[in-house]
């Protein structure tokens, strides 16, 4: 039978010398493997396991339901999310009303990139919106999960190397599984017809387009909020506001 991973969570109410040895009794007794253990946010652990049998999961559960000094509080398999949390030991602040909206902060630059290598490892059509303020590592943290991800990146416009908008890309450049990265302010407000046709074929192409600024994207264009897969929220700190409008007007400064 075909091996099958499993996300698990559980809250400790007493960590109590041996707890966690037993619990690896269990998962060893089972012949389910550990593949990866960490703390997840204080008295919290996750582990990554794995087994051919998911009738050996459902026991499992059952039989940890029993122990007293922890409390099952996740069993399924693993979201991406899941496998970030357990490698850093955290999880990723997620916007509790629009769930595909995910927070980060500058000091958190290296858990973005490993989200967003998972994300581009993936075929087929996806498209990423990337809000921030002006130099807070939006484009940086595109490439670094492009190199993450074993994918070549393409700049359509972008400000990092002075103005970048592009009205046509060779046959390497074009080739679907390539990282798109768009500015969402040039490539409408600044743009011409030529660099905005070549935009509307990537659009519609099977691949990865990251768009910085989406809200002017949307704003500014024929696409709309229901277009993107997810959208990442960049600060320098968790209460820095992001508004538009104290660089959006004088963007050419910042070219």
């Not at 051919?52 to 999961?57: A, L, M, P, T, V």
């Not at 927070?103 to 921030?132: A, P, S």
């Not at 990092?160 to 009205?167: E, G, K």
Request: hydrophobic letters at 35%; glycine letters at 6%.
């Amino acid at each position: 039978m075909e091996s099958n991973q499993w996300y698990m969570e559980y809250k400790i109410h007493k960590n109590r010398p041996g707890l966690l040895g037993d619990i690896a009794s269990v998962l060893g007794m089972l012949e389910v493997n550990i593949l990866t253990i960490n703390g997840v946010e204080g008295r919290t652990r996750g582990m990554l396991l794995e087994t051919d049998d998911e009738e050996k999961i459902i026991l499992m559960g059952k039989m940890l339901n029993k122990v007293a000094n922890i409390t099952v509080t996740a069993l399924r398999p693993p979201k991406l999310v899941d496998i970030l949390a357990v490698r850093h030991g955290r999880y990723i602040d997620r916007d509790s009303d629009d769930r595909k909206t995910f927070r980060f902060t500058r000091d958190e630059l290296g858990l973005l990139v490993d989200f967003l290598g998972e994300m581009f490892k993936r075929e087929g059509n996806q498209v990423v919106g990337l809000r921030g303020m002006p130099r807070v590592g939006k484009t940086e943290s595109i490439i670094a999960g492009s190199v993450c991800a074993m994918k070549r990146w393409t700049f359509v416009s972008s400000t990092l190397l002075r103005q970048t908008i592009r009205s046509q890309l060779s046959e390497d450049e074009m080739n679907p599984n390539n990282v798109f990265i768009i500015d969402g302010i040039v490539s409408t407000i600044r743009s011409n017809e030529r660099h905005y046709q070549l935009l509307q074929d990537i659009m519609s192409m099977e691949s990865t387009k990251v768009i910085e600024h989406p809200d002017i994207f949307v704003r500014e264009s024929e696409y709309s909020y229901d277009d993107f897969d997810i959208i990442i929220e960049l600060r320098n700190n968790p209460d820095e506001e992001i508004v538009y409008d104290t660089f959006t007007g004088s963007y050419s400064d910042d070219l």
